[in-house]
């Protein structure tokens, strides 16, 4: 079982769709240099499910290598954070 200091706060700084009709969440650190990416289904998407924020686990993050995304997440984090509780549905 997985010990819950391991989990890492994470705020929604992006959304999107692909080519595949999936939206695409991007959840990012609050310092922009790690990312969480979610893959929903469009058609059965709960909307509930799509919050401010997610704590997940460490091992789930990959690294933003690229400033301008850093930055781009980071100021978008740090909104969500400022404007929003981290359950509230977005």
């Not at 695409?24 to 893959?39: I, M």
């Not at 509930?48 to 301008?68: H, M, P, Q, R």
């Amino acid at each position: 079982m997985t010990d819950e200091t391991d989990d890492v706060r994470v705020w929604l700084v992006d959304r999107g769709y692909n080519n595949r009709d999936l939206i695409v969440l991007k959840y990012a650190t609050p310092d922009g240099t790690r990312l969480f990416r979610r893959e929903l289904a469009a058609q059965a998407i709960d909307l509930d499910s799509v919050t401010a924020a997610k704590d997940v686990s460490a091992s789930d993050l990959e690294n933003v290598d690229d400033s301008e995304l850093r930055e781009r997440y980071e100021s978008e984090a740090k909104r969500m954070s400022a404007q929003h509780d981290p359950d509230d549905t977005i």
